[in-house]
Nanobody
């Protein structure tokens, strides 16, 4: 199983980016998928989670209203649309997948995910 993340880069405050995560060897809609991020010196933070066969988003917390997770089943790809970016969003972003239906309280826990993408850097300048 491989998760290939892409779409990171450098933007100015207020800009937007869309991250992509394409899976091979695993059908994303058969399990739970999430985007995490980790800034230097900080713990890995769940920022958007989605369960199989559901459009409901979880784990949004600090990015609610600015970031949106979506899934294209035909492309076996999950996206993270990030709008109104601020320097506080600077981090390495990871996609993760678990081959199971995770309960809501478990979606934001990194150790519940079996598969991880390689991480893509997002840098927001002021």
């Amino acid at each position: 199983v491989q998760l290939q993340a892409s779409g990171g880069g450098s933007v100015e405050t207020g800009g937007s980016l869309r991250l992509s995560c394409t899976a091979s060897g695993f059908t994303l809609n058969s399990g739970s998928t999430a985007w995490f991020r980790q800034a230097p010196g900080k713990e890995r933070e769940a920022i958007s989670c989605i369960r199989p066969n559901s459009g409901t988003t979880y784990c949004t917390g600090s990015v609610k209203g600015r970031f949106t997770i979506s899934r294209d089943n035909a492309k076996n790809t999950v996206y993270l649309q990030m709008n109104s970016l601020t320097p506080e969003d600077t981090a390495v972003y990871y996609c993760a997948a678990a081959p199971r239906y995770l309960i809501v309280s478990s979606l934001g826990v990194p150790t519940n995910y079996d598969y991880w993408g390689q991480g893509t850097q997002v840098t927001v300048s002021s």
